[in-house]
């Protein structure tokens, strides 16, 4: 089953600009991850962001947590051609023994 | 140097005939996972073990198992392959053994086919 939802599905903005995607969950998280997915490839991990941060930062990532309205966001800044890829969040849920599971993902696409 | 190795990439099997799906790792993490991900879909969790213990999610169809002999090797299972079983199969790894919470890192996937 999964544990979250993203959205938006999908995302087409133009290069230099901003994009942000959201997560929403369900129950209580150890931490968030967020991952990166080019078409028929694996996952690679970003960025994680534990359940007690609000916030944190990576080269053109943002992240933030809000744990009382159990959602994340995802901002990349002045985004590239080559950040078009599939994006999931994910979570590893308390008490579940290190379960992790992705939310549905966002679909961006950068246009040169 | 490839850390979450899968083998085959590309796997094709007949209708009904079991086929294994292998994974290593060489980070020395002792939790592995395995999700199915179908076309533009999420990858969904079917099971993972932390350390030795095995934990299936409710939903997992019986025809999926898995093994773990050691901590470098995990396996996919399936008893008998049926046309809706065709997606990519991911393996990940993590690790919490120092206290602290890490990444999952993955493989490059198996593609299964099924004719």
Redesign the interface.
Known sequence: ??QGEEDPQALSIQEGENATMNCSYKTSI??L?W?RQNS??????LI?I?SNEREKHSGRLRVTLDTSKKSSSLLITASRAADTASY?C?T?ATG??????????T?LTVLP | DAMVIQNPRYQVTQFGKPVTLSCSQTLNHNVMYWYQQKSSQAPKLLFHYYDKDFNNEADTPDNFQSRRPNTSFCFLDIRSPGLGDAAMYLCATSSDRRGSDTEAFFGQGTRLTVV
């Open positions: 089953s999964q150890n931490n991850q991952y028929g490839r694996g996952l690679v991990h994680l534990r999931f994910a590893d579940s023994a290190r379960q992790l599971t992705f939310g549905s993902g679909q």
